[in-house]
């Protein structure tokens, strides 16, 4: 399976570090954050992975080469301006194949278990879903004996909060334009209510890096692991 990192964004809640610096780029506890993920999908058995990227993108691909050094083979996916997740991962389709993919947001830090996503064959998604953070109390979706559904389809149920990462089917972007920007929900709030999105709970560490304080936070959690 093909692994993809997106890594497009513009990164504005972290200025002014991200002004000279792509997100992916800045270094948690001594090592660039991009770095844990390329370490986690290498040590997953996840060998051919895909980065887009857009502001300050050929810092990214100067640093990361073609992923010799971590025994996994990089290509890259420019974008001008930012295609936002579901327009970038279209771009890079052709890249990608046509089976399922797995698809990690670059700005997550996470423990979960790669080796044990999987996305049935009559599926077009599957979402790692986790707690809901401070920054996020309310959720995205509910996740009811593995499936996916709208809040408005579990009224009453918790909604829980999408991590960012996730194994799609190519089949989730049929009638898509090629280089038009778009968000990816939309396309996963269809596929749920046609009952085509599965889910599992994760309840290790999770955070997402959108802010100074979180990147802080980030960095006194990997300075106490590594003690």
């Known amino acids: ?3 993809m990192i997106l890594a497009a964004g513009y990164g504005k809640r972290l200025r002014p570090l991200t002004l000279s610096t792509p997100k992916p780029l800045l270094s948690v506890a001594g090592k660039q ?6 370490e986690r999908l290498a040590q997953a058995g996840l060998r051919n992975l895909v980065i887009n990227h857009s502001w300050l993108g050929e810092q990214i691909e100067q640093a990361l080469g073609n992923g010799s050094q971590w025994a996994v083979n990089i290509h890259y996916s420019p974008e001008e ?3 936002e997740t579901g327009g970038g991962i279209l ?5 990608l194949g046509d089976k399922p993919f797995l698809v990690l ?3 997550v830090y996470t423990t979960v278990d790669l080796t044990g996503l999987h996305l049935s064959e009559d599926m077009l998604a599957h979402l790692v879903m986790v707690d809901n953070p401070d920054f996020h109390p309310d959720g995205d979706f509910c996740l009811i004996n593995g499936q996916m559904l709208t809040k408005a389809a579990a009224s009453g149920q918790k909604a829980l909060t999408f991590s960012g990462i996730s194994i799609l089917s190519p089949r989730l972007f049929i009638g898509q334009q090629t280089g038009s920007a778009f968000a990816l929900a939309p396309l996963l709030i ?3 209510t046609k009952g085509k999105v599965s889910g599992q709970y994760h309840d290790g560490f999770w955070t997402d890096v959108g802010s ?3 990147l802080q936070a980030l960095e006194a959690y990997l300075q106490q692991a590594h003690q």
């Open 1 to 3: 399976m093909k692994a």
């Open 33 to 38: 954050l991009i770095t844990y993920h390329i």
């Open 81 to 83: 301006q930012p295609l």
């Open 91 to 95: 771009k890079a389709l052709p890249m």
């Open 105 to 107: 947001n670059g700005d």
């Open 190 to 192: 269809d596929a749920m």
């Open 212 to 214: 100074l304080e979180r």
